[in-house]
């Protein structure tokens, strides 16, 4: 399995060229690949009908070419096996990622993508439910001071990375009356490291090998450093 841990994939109406994501998206997905969209929430038909569009739409806009897009949700959950193993291109979509960590245990996906040899592609929260242990950093009102909110959740195991995506957008952003960064994240990151992407900026899993491409940011008891630029590239 090739994997793509992204913040964003996603550039205006297409996939984004930066750090030579589109080029090795290209040169991984073969044409007529039949790709799979897992959802984010499994209730919330409409946004992933929505956001499943809108992604065939930008791999479509950069010349990408499918002969099937299915996405998976409680609709047809109950045909999760069949779809992943029918699929040659995953999609983990974003959205809010304890309620996608339920729904990928409740699949039991971890299990599922043991005998995928594709491609997968994680977006947002997606990418953070696919290390072996998600940080999942508060992002709702309340989560931050609510002592019942798990931050730490089991995951796929698809990387040993915990990543923050979005950089970019959340690096000065107030929830619960806490800074997100300076008050919640960097305590969190005592004794661990966490991964701050930018959009446009993804690591690349192949072979046991984890590279960081682009611009990236590491969180580590309790300080961030930059580690990356863009075109810039990390073993991890």
Same mark, same amino acid.
């Given at each position: 399995m090739k994997c793509f841990f992204t913040s964003d994939p996603v550039l205006e109406q297409g996939i984004?060229?930066?750090?030579?994501? @589109?080029?090795?998206?290209?040169?991984?997905?073969?044409? +007529?690949?039949?790709? @799979?969209?897992?959802?984010?929430?499994?209730?919330?038909? +409409?946004?992933?009908?929505f956001f499943a569009a809108g992604m065939k739409a930008c791999f479509e806009n950069s010349g990408f070419r499918f002969s099937q897009f299915i996405s998976l949700d409680h609709r047809n959950h109950l045909e999760a096996s069949q779809l992943v193993r029918q699929a040659d291109f995953i999609i983990l979509a974003g959205g809010h990622v304890p309620t996608q960590n339920r729904f990928f245990h409740e699949i039991r996906l971890r299990s599922l993508l043991e005998g995928f040899h594709g491609v997968l592609l994680g977006i947002s929260a997606g990418t953070m439910n696919a290390a072996e242990v998600v940080y999942a950093h508060p992002e709702r009102e309340g989560e931050a001071v609510d002592p019942s909110f798990r931050k730490f959740l089991p995951g796929l195991g698809l990387t040993r990375q915990m990543v923050l995506p979005h950089y970019q957008q959340i690096k000065d952003d107030v929830l619960d009356g806490l800074q997100v960064f300076e008050d919640i994240a960097y305590p969190d990151s005592i004794g661990r490291k966490f991964y701050a992407l930018v959009d446009g900026s993804f690591i690349l899993s192949e072979g046991g090998r984890e590279t960081l491409y682009g611009e990236a940011y590491l969180i580590e008891n309790g300080k961030l450093t930059q580690i990356s630029r863009e075109d810039g590239t990390v073993r991890l």
């Open positions: 984004n060229p930066a750090n030579g994501l @589109l080029g090795r998206l290209r040169a991984s997905v073969p044409a +007529g690949s039949r790709v @799979l969209f897992i959802c984010s929430d499994p209730d919330g038909y +409409g946004k992933t009908d």
